[in-house]
């Protein structure tokens, strides 16, 4: 089993849809969870990080399930710059510190 | 500010031969150094890490090696390339004394191995 799973898509949504994505993890000594952002052949970049409490940033709205090892990532009024992959990732604790570990990915595209 | 460079940014070797990325990071000091693959239309697949000078975690059985000979520099490495080889290289740092880190990642390098 992957450490970090999720639904690779792709997700083809209409412009002002909500979309949501989801990841689960295997570990649950993981301490950290993030949801990253990559467009086409370019390098990943964090778009946010997620704690239990649940956040959000605009749009953009994290939630984090420790007991079931789960995090969610939900996008509202979805504009075509939105699309790209999103990246569930966890920080997960090992000998000699931590390690971070990317899902596969989730393709989105938002179609006008 | 911190800033990693990776290079070279595109690469086209054939079978059989020989290869190093380097990667270095400046502006910070003691980071978790990363390689990360990614094939064509697919996830990133972690290839080693790093939590020191010589410390070398391998993530899955392969054709590559690397090595971290200075605190910031970690270089990634094969003695014979094969077409499976192929694929977008990223080399990515966080910090080691806080788990709450998000990953940096160089700019990458696009490996085509014919």
């Known amino acids: 089993r992957k450490e970090v799973e999720q639904d690779p898509g792709p997700f083809n949504v209409p412009e002002g849809a909500t979309v949501a994505f989801n990841c689960t993890y295997s570990n649950s000594a993981s301490q950290s969870f993030f949801w990253y952002r990559q467009d086409c052949r370019k390098e990943p970049k964090l778009l946010m990080s997620?704690?239990?409490s649940g956040n959000e940033d605009g749009r953009f709205t994290a939630q984090l399930n420790r007991a079931s090892q789960y995090i969610s990532l939900l996008i509202r009024d979805s504009k075509l710059s939105d699309s790209a992959t999103y990246l569930c990732?966890?920080?997960?604790?090992?000998?000699?510190?931590?390690?971070?570990?990317f899902g596969a990915g989730t393709r989105l595209f938002v179609k006008a | 500010s911190q800033t990693i460079h990776q290079w070279p940014a595109t690469l086209v070797q054939p079978v059989g031969s020989p290869l190093s990325l380097e990667c270095t990071v400046e502006g910070t000091s003691n980071p978790n150094l990363y390689w990360y693959r990614q094939a064509a239309g697919r996830g990133l697949q972690l290839l080693f890490y790093s939590v020191g000078i010589g410390q070398i975690s391998s993530e899955v059985p392969q054709n590559l090696s690397a090595s971290r000979p200075q605190d910031r520099q970690f270089i990634l490495s094969s003695k014979k390339l094969l077409l499976s080889d192929s694929g977008f290289y990223l080399c990515?740092?966080?910090?080691?004394?806080?788990?709450?880190?998000?990953?940096?990642f160089g700019q990458g390098t696009r490996l085509t191995v014919v």
């Open positions: 997620v704690y239990s």
């Open positions: 990515a740092w966080t910090r080691r004394d806080y788990t709450n880190t998000e990953a940096f």
């Open positions: 990732v966890v920080n997960k604790g090992g000998p000699g510190g931590f390690k971070t570990i």
